[in-house]
T-cell receptor, first 114, second 117 residues
Framework: DTGVSQDPRHKITKRGQNVTFRCDPI?????LYWYRQTLGQGPEFLTY????????KSRLLSDRFSAERPKGSFSTLEIQRTEQGDSAMYLC????????????FGSGTQLSVL | DQQVKQNSPSLSVQEGRISILNCDYTNSMFDYFLWYKKYPAEGPTFLISISSIKDKNEDGRFTVFLNKSAKHLSLHIVPSQPGDSAVYFCAARPITYSGAGSYQLTFGKGTKLSVIP
């Protein structure tokens, strides 16, 4: 069990640029989640996949955000035309079907938009 | 509006004593509650959970109590150890109108616990 892996750990970008993050879940987990955490706040739900299907999306996920999980394995989260308000820690988590409340989180990608 | 509230941003406890972390919620549709622990530069890790049909769940040094009528839960750590120093998040999952559990967890802002040796 290598845990949930996220890449990169840190990303600094200029406003208006596009960024993409990658998440590799625990291999046997078929559910994958994206959360966002800003300073002084708890994680906020963004979206959720079961296998390759995106089943839930938060209204926090504006049309500048897109997430994919091709083949039900790794996932990518892309932010287009980044804004300073997008600066946050982006957390990925995965879980098994039978224990969906018990999420295993990665260490996150810290995004800074200048 | 904060549906899950952790009103104490920080808590300091002497090693060996009891740590009590509190959490209040406002959404009556929450049916499952979890506590996560987070160390700096790491993602949150699951600690303990409780279903709304129970009022207590225990796992080693950790016990979670749920008072549904007060919409309040608490995490007790006994005895507290320096390695318990971390940020603790309370989280809740709502039941959907279809009766199934939603996959969205709502987190509180966290309480930073410091256990002093």
């Amino acid at each position: 069990d290598t845990g949930v892996s996220q890449d990169p750990r840190h990303k600094i970008t200029k406003r208006g640029q596009n960024v993409t993050f990658r998440c590799d879940p625990i291999s046997e987990h078929n559910r994958l989640y994206w959360y966002r955490q800003t300073l002084g706040q708890g994680p906020e739900f963004l979206t959720y996949f079961q296998n390759e299907a995106q089943l839930e999306k938060s209204r926090l996920l504006s049309d500048r955000f897109s997430a994919e999980r091709p083949k039900g394995s790794f996932s990518t989260l892309e932010i287009q035309r980044t804004e300073q308000g997008d600066s946050a820690m982006y957390l990925c988590a995965s879980s098994l079907v039978q224990s969906n409340e018990k999420l295993f989180f990665g260490s996150g990608t810290q995004l800074s938009v200048l | 509006d904060q549906q899950v509230k952790q009103n104490s941003p920080s808590l300091s406890v002497q090693e060996g004593r009891i740590s009590i972390l509190n959490c209040d919620y406002t959404n009556s549709m929450f049916d499952y509650f979890l506590w996560y622990k987070k160390y700096p530069a790491e993602g949150p890790t699951f600690l303990i959970s409780i279903s709304s049909i129970k009022d207590k769940n225990e796992d080693g040094r950790f016990t979670v109590f749920l008072n549904k009528s007060a919409k309040h839960l608490s995490l007790h750590i006994v005895p507290s150890q320096p390695g318990d120093s971390a940020v603790y998040f309370c989280a809740a999952r709502p039941i959907t109108y279809s009766g199934a559990g939603s996959y969205q967890l709502t987190f509180g802002k966290g309480t930073k616990l410091s256990v002093i040796p």
